[in-house]
């Protein structure tokens, strides 16, 4: 069974600094990999996706992140964030042919002005 | 257009009671999944309908939950006998094809809590 960890709950970032947001998986076949963004009183969207191809996949508002596949993971960066950025970010994967998401438990980001 | 909408955006209910979470998914959207999410964790999967087929059960965690969609169009997940640990965010997503390489677009979410 495949399962999704994300390690930091909370991650405080100061504006305009740097910012990565860990995220671990396991699956024992090959998989589609998601990140969505929850901002507050907000359904959640897509923020990114990786499919196949390029490694380093890019998505909205800046963010970009990278498959590795030795180390099972697909973390999620910015290099400068903005106060806007303050919300929860879920991790998500799906094998090939299997239409279920499994969710990491979210990291909420804050912004320090 | 029109984005998934979810009703109610609350509800309260006491223990016991049966309770109806209503979803509207984007039009054209053949399949439905909804999950729950629970204070602090992950969201969880419990129901998927794709199109005319029969739906993917496996993630409902026992027999007092029950979900139906018409069609291609409105679902609803029924809990009955409600219990505090039922207590959760409850999201409906939709998505233009059953495929996991399609995009979910998610609803609100409904805020159930038990007394």
């Known amino acids: 069974a495949q399962s999704v960890t994300q390690l930091d709950s909370q991650v405080p970032v100061f504006e305009e600094a740097p910012v990565e947001l860990r995220c671990n998986y396991s699956?024992?076949?090959?998989?589609?990999l998601f990140w969505y963004v929850q901002y507050p009183n907000q359904g959640l969207q897509l923020l990114l996706k990786?499919?196949?191809?390029?490694?380093l996949v890019k998505g909205i508002n800046g963010f970009e992140a990278e498959f590795n596949k030795s180390q099972t993971s697909f973390h999620l960066r910015k290099p400068s964030v903005h106060i806007s950025d303050t919300a929860e970010y879920f991790c998500?994967?799906?094998?090939?042919?299997?239409?279920?998401?499994?969710f990491g438990t979210g990291t909420r980001l804050t912004i320090i002005p | 257009g029109a984005g998934v909408s979810q009703s109610p955006s609350n509800k309260v209910t006491e223990k016991g009671k049966d309770v109806e979470l209503r979803c509207d998914p984007i039009?054209?959207?053949?399949?439905l999944y909804w999950y729950r999410q629970r204070l602090g964790q992950g969201l969880e999967f419990l129901i998927y309908?794709?199109?005319?087929?029969?739906?993917?059960k496996s993630g409902l965690p026992s027999d007092r939950f029950s979900a139906e969609r018409t069609g291609e169009s409105v679902s609803t997940l029924t809990i009955q006998r409600t219990q505090q640990e039922d207590s959760a965010v409850y999201l409906c997503?939709?998505?233009?094809?059953?495929?996991?390489?399609?995009?979910?677009?998610f609803g609100p979410g409904t805020r159930l809590t038990v007394l």
């Open positions: 309908f794709q199109g005319n087929s029969a739906p993917d």
């Open positions: 039009s054209g959207h053949t399949a």
């Open positions: 998500a994967v799906s094998d090939f042919g299997n239409e279920k998401l499994t």
């Open positions: 990786y499919l196949s191809g390029s490694t």
């Open positions: 699956s024992s076949v090959s998989v589609y």
């Open positions: 997503a939709s998505s233009p094809r059953g495929t996991a390489r399609n995009e979910q677009f």
